[in-house]
């Protein structure tokens, strides 16, 4: 039962919405009144946290059991002795779930009150601490700074105790960062992974660490992670690769390829190379200068490609409010489809592309699948292995045997869960189909290139 009012959007972005998910071909399956209900389903599940946090162990460090065994005894710490069940996901051998407790509802609000912001918001219903940055305005005490009123739409997300005095978390100092309210009672009761096993995990939502299953690197091969950052499906594909082979990981904003380098090393993977490098322009288009393995590439040099493109992020979870514009929604589909046609040439005939995204849109996923199979004929869509989320949305003229060889992870398929200890005790919960269900809005796509795309010399 949902606690948060749906998801806040702009108009004309829920009616676009809409559209995509009450098209013609759903209408026709479902009934209109059944549409109605999944689509209003799908936006007050979006406003509400999974109901499981997943972390990926770093296999390539330490065993799946000992990190578990780790992360029993930090829960322990962090929950004050509560027993919380860790649940090693059985098709996902390096996956770990933590089921979340919430929404608690016997929480008594105290008298002084801090505001933050959405996305810091967010954070917290993920099992985050509040950062200094993220608070909007606090309750009039002694000092009057920050004190101003909030006159917007305002959810309870627990109680806490302030780290750092009002007066500072009001000065504007640009070193004060760190945590601003450390939180006691949150209404939803999600494990903090600041600074936590940092070098054996990382926190990563269930359909992220699908993706790179479904890839399936191998030892010794080249992969290339076309729009890296931050990292978490790059150090995927090493750790699976048991770091033997060559990762490439590229990415256009300096900041992030750091981020990606900082994440290489925490988990002491050495197979990584990540470069700043904008993905449009990473074919190269003439074999005069060598490179020496650095981007631009070369046509067909790669034996794997995963294409995580950037997206309208629709598919987030908890999203409270999206101030996006539909002219910002929709405006990735063009770069997705630059970003599959580098992907494309780059790919080795008998290679692998993965596309995905975590956006729920029909633009951006099965209608890119229509396209890519239209100008492509080299490319045939694939099984995937494992196929945990549900077949693909009917809109895009794809057939039954082609969506169901797609991945759509879909939050309105289940109701919002109300999780207690009791309830963990249940026998009859599947925890597992649950947490498959239960997650993100995520979509992947499964290629293989039967044939090359390059264009044969003339015979002389």
Request: hydrophobic fraction near 40%; proline fraction near 6%.
């Amino acid at each position: 039962m949902p606690i948060f009012p749906k998801i806040s959007l702009r108009v004309e972005v829920e009616n676009y919405l809409k559209e995509g998910f009450m098209n013609k071909e759903i209408v026709s399956a479902l009934g209109k009144q059944e549409a109605e209900r999944k689509f209003e389903t799908l936006l007050n599940n979006l406003s509400h946290p999974p109901s499981f946090t997943t972390v990926r162990v770093n296999s390539h460090l330490a065993s799946v059991q000992h990190v578990k065994n780790l992360l029993f005894d930090e829960l322990q710490k962090q929950f004050n002795g509560l027993s919380v069940p860790i649940l090693q996901h059985p098709d996902l051998q390096d996956v770990l779930l933590i089921p979340v407790i919430g929404p608690r509802k016997n929480i008594n609000k105290k008298q002084c009150e801090a505001i933050v912001g959405a996305q810091c918001g967010n954070a917290v219903l993920r099992g985050a601490h509040v950062y200094v940055p993220g608070i909007v305005s606090a309750s009039k005490c002694k000092c009057k700074k920050g004190a101003k009123e909030f006159d917007g739409t305002k959810v309870f997300l627990g109680n806490g105790i302030s780290e750092v005095s009002r007066k500072e978390i009001f000065s504007g100092l640009p070193e004060l960062k760190g945590i601003g309210i450390r939180m006691t009672e949150p209404v939803y009761l999600s494990p903090s992974f600041d600074n936590v096993l940092s070098s054996y995990l990382f926190l990563q939502n269930l359909p992220s660490a699908v993706v790179t299953h479904v890839l399936d690197p191998q030892p010794g091969e080249r992969i290339l992670d076309l729009c890296a950052a931050p990292g978490g499906k790059t150090t995927h594909i090493a750790a699976l690769m048991h770091d033997q082979g060559e990762v490439i990981a590229l990415d256009k904003i300096s900041n992030k390829v750091k981020k990606i380098k900082q994440n290489a090393l925490l988990l002491g993977l050495n197979s990584i190379r990540a470069f700043c490098f904008d993905g449009t322009k990473a074919l190269k288009l003439d074999r005069i200068k060598d490179t020496e393995g650095e981007p631009p590439f070369l046509p067909e040099s790669f034996d794997r490609i995963l294409l995580d493109a950037p997206c309208s992020g629709m598919g987030q979870r908890p999203n409270m409010a999206c101030s996006w514009t539909l002219k910002e929604v929709t405006s990735y589909q063009p770069l997705q489809r630059k970003l599959f046609t580098v992907a494309v040439k780059l790919l080795k005939p008998g290679g692998v592309l993965v596309y995905s995204t975590c956006t729920i849109t029909l633009a951006e996923n099965e209608e890119q699948v229509a396209w890519a199979l239209t100008e492509f004929p080299c490319l045939q869509l694939q099984p995937q292995e494992p196929q945990i989320g549900g077949k693909g949305m009917m809109g895009a003229g794809l057939s039954f045997e082609q969506l169901k060889q797609l991945q759509r992870f879909d939050p309105s398929v289940v109701p919002l869960q109300d999780m207690d200890i009791e309830s963990l005790r249940d026998a009859s919960v599947d925890m597992i189909r649950l947490a498959n269900k239960d997650c993100i809005g995520f979509f992947i796509a499964k290629f293989v290139k039967c044939k090359s795309t390059q264009e044969k010399e003339p015979s002389k």
